[in-house]
Structures are given as C-alpha cells and as structure tokens.
Nanobody, 117 residues
C-alpha cells in the first residue's frame, strides 16, 4: 500500500495563492499517476489535475491557466500551485496515486482549502 500525506491547505482571500504538496511512501510502482481531486460540500469529488510518470498532465477546465501541477519523481511528491483562487475553489483537496498495471489506487486524507474574504 502507498501512504499519501498532504500539506499546504488553509484559508486564503479571493485572488490569492496556495501551494499543496503530497508525499508518497511505501511500494511505489511505475508507471503511475499522481494527482489532485477535490470535493466541495454537497458535490461529487472531481479531478483537478493529474500528472503521470511520463510527464503528461491533465487539468480540469475550471482551473486551466490558474493551477499548475508538478512532480518530483525522485522524491515521489506531487505539488499543486494554485493562483488566482476563487470562492468556488473551496473544497477538500485529495491527493491520489494510481498504478493501473498493479491495481493500485490510493488516496490521501484530504486537506481543506477555503477561499473567502
């Protein structure tokens, strides 16, 4: 099993920035993908951004141009730089690790991001 530890959430004003980080430990298989999902109250969990071990990234349309995902493959970490934050970005953000060939799908505990005055 892979353990995922997230950090970096908090309260920020609209237009502000936050950086989320997630560190993976345990049996890390490749190829894999690591990414961020979010769940707002009363809504389904949704993809924010994901990056695979080949360097390919994918973003939700709602965050394109504002959020940037990055990975440190040597340290098994994934980060999410969030700029120009909006109140609708308020949610619990979850880190996810998947290694489809090995049937691995692990989630972090989540970190709260609140965008408000």
């Amino acid at each position: 099993q892979v353990q995922l530890v997230e950090s970096g959430g908090g309260l920020v004003q609209p237009g502000g920035s936050l950086r989320l980080s997630c560190a993976a430990s345990g049996n890390i298989f490749r190829p894999n993908a690591m990414g961020w999902y979010r769940q707002a109250p009363g809504k389904q969990r949704e993809l924010v951004a994901v990056a695979n071990s080949g360097g390919i990234t994918n973003y939700a349309d709602s965050v394109k141009g504002r959020f940037t995902i990055s990975r440190d493959y040597a340290k098994n970490t994934v980060s999410l730089q969030m700029n120009s934050l909006k109140p609708e970005d308020t949610a619990v953000y979850y880190c996810r690790y998947t290694a489809t060939l090995y049937a691995r799908d692990d989630w972090g505990q989540g970190t709260q991001v609140t965008v408000s005055l």
